[in-house]
């Protein structure tokens, strides 16, 4: 039995047989896609490939109000159109629709939403060429398993799709399962990759046991804290760690190994660094309404760690940085810290608005032992970090809240 | 007021500053209990938390009357 897809929260698997049959037999396309299911999500990029139509992508948690605002639509349905039969031609096995879909043409595009801090989200527009730049199809990848461990909607679970598909790979769905079920998920199909946010891999350590089927791990999205990887190497112990920088504008751009990133001889006339900050050049985005000047900026700030060849690492959001009282909190610093201290599985800082300071630190900490309390926790802390950059109110929680992207909720 | 002098030495205690004892209406916040302005930004969140009132929220208060008086004047 040859599987696509398999998701055991649900007791689903699906085949590459089913898959084709349900190709095969759809008689309407609707270019807006939403749908909660991640098969379904899977199917309808697909079948958008093979008829080369475009397709929005929305998540399924957006509400009626913002899919109007969005896409100035009140009824989805409405763009439904039948499927002519000359249009799509009967597919009749793996092989044939990997192949059909590596010659999708010009015709088709992808419309994605950032995850936008800043409001609404944003509206980038992908072509086949800019979406599937870093997928790489070789031999030994064919044999991979992939633990899908993003949003379906968004550029990071997208960039796993087309990797997993373009190979012929297994998918088996990971994000938003509980602990248990993501290790039973590893365990009974011997997943092989596994591409998510560190946020995601805090929620998997510690953990007792380990799995030797994982031969890669790769993160992104923010900063890696050495303690979290110390473990995540104890639990897949012949696992490669890979760092990947990407963005919904620009999809995968480069990797690195730890925290320092490098730029491919090819790519280095497309990035620059202004201020601190990364500016990488129009020519890598999908369309989007802002890409009007040259450059564009990333809103990621980056250190140097050697010129040439340039390497560098990802310091912080330029947007996430905490003013108190006119000093600069960089809340990724504080966290990782904090992470630090034995006994504290995980930590969220985010600012409080002050009449004094303007913003006040705050942090929201999960503890795994009754000795950490504020004290203990600031205690340590006034030895690691400037006094403003401690949090002044702690408080205790069971959860940390993140955000739809799977990344650490800031407000 | 035992609860306001329990914030107060909560914010000293947490920045591992010694406890005052008999704190009294003429205590200066910075002279006499020692608070800079990081800790002067905490004890305003505490004493929201609690009483409801941003004891800074129209300028400076500078002694521990002052804050009373905020509190009931709410």
């Given amino acids: 039995m040859d599987l696509f897809y398999s998701d055991i929260s649900k007791n689903q698997e699906t085949t590459w047989e089913k898959l084709l049959d349900d190709l095969n037999n759809t008689t309407k396309y609707n270019p807006y896609c939403y749908q909660q299911d991640f098969y379904s999500v899977f199917k309808h990029i697909i079948l958008s490939l093979l008829l080369e139509k475009e397709i929005v992508l929305l998540d399924s948690d957006f509400s009626k109000e913002e899919i109007q605002k969005l896409t100035g639509l009140t009824n989805l349905n409405k763009n439904i159109f039948p499927i002519i039969k000359r249009e799509k031609q009967v597919i009749n096995n793996k092989t044939e629709l990997i192949n059909r879909i590596k010659d999708t043409g010009s015709n088709w595009s992808m419309t994605l939403f950032t995850s936008g801090t800043t409001g609404l989200p944003k509206k980038v527009v992908h072509s086949f060429q800019s979406i599937t730049r870093f997928v790489k199809t070789t031999e030994i990848n064919k044999a991979n398993v992939w633990g899908f461990a993003y949003n379906p909607t968004h550029m990071a679970g997208i960039q796993v799709f087309f990797q997993a598909l373009l190979n012929g790979n297994l998918i088996i769905r990971l994000f938003g399962l509980s602990k248990e079920q993501i290790f039973n998920s590893i365990k009974k199909f011997d997943i092989s990759n596994i591409s998510a946010t560190p946020t995601f891999y805090r929620l998997l350590v510690p953990y007792q046991d380990s799995f030797v089927c994982v031969k890669r791990i790769t993160s992104g999205g923010e900063k890696f804290d050495e303690k979290t990887a110390d473990q995540l190497k104890q639990i897949f112990p012949n696992a490669k760690f890979t760092n990947v920088y990407a963005s919904t504008e620009a999809g995968s751009l480069f990797a690195a190994n730890g925290n320092n990133f490098f730029i491919k001889p090819e790519m280095e006339l497309f990035v620059q660094i202004q201020d601190n900050e990364l500016l990488i050049h129009k020519s890598l985005l999908g369309k989007s309404a802002f890409s009007d000047s040259e450059w564009y900026h990333t809103g990621d700030i980056v250190k140097i760690v050697s010129e040439n060849p340039l390497q560098f690492q990802f310091v912080s959001r330029k947007n996430e940085m905490i003013n108190v009282g006119g000093y600069k909190v960089n809340p990724g610093e504080v966290e990782e810290t904090i992470r630090k201290i034995e006994g504290i599985q995980n930590v969220r800082v985010f600012a409080k608005s002050n009449s004094v300071l303007g913003n006040i630190i705050c942090c929201e900490v999960v503890k795994t032992s009754d000795e950490i309390d504020e004290v203990s926790i600031r205690s340590f802390l006034q030895s690691k970090l400037q006094e403003f950059k401690i949090p002044r109110i702690i408080k205790f929680t069971d959860k940390i809240s993140t955000t739809r992207t799977g990344k650490i909720k800031r407000s | ?74």
């Fill in chain 2, 1 to 74: 007021m035992v609860l306001l002098n329990e914030i107060i030495n909560t914010v000293l205690k947490n920045r591992g500053k010694e406890a005052v004892k008999d704190i009294d209406e003429s205590f200066h916040l910075r002279n006499d209990i020692g608070f800079d302005s990081l800790d002067l930004a905490e004890l305003t969140v505490r004493i929201e938390a609690e009483y409801n009132v941003d004891i800074f929220e129209d300028g400076i208060v500078n002694t521990v009357g002052e804050i009373i008086q905020k509190i009931n004047n709410k």
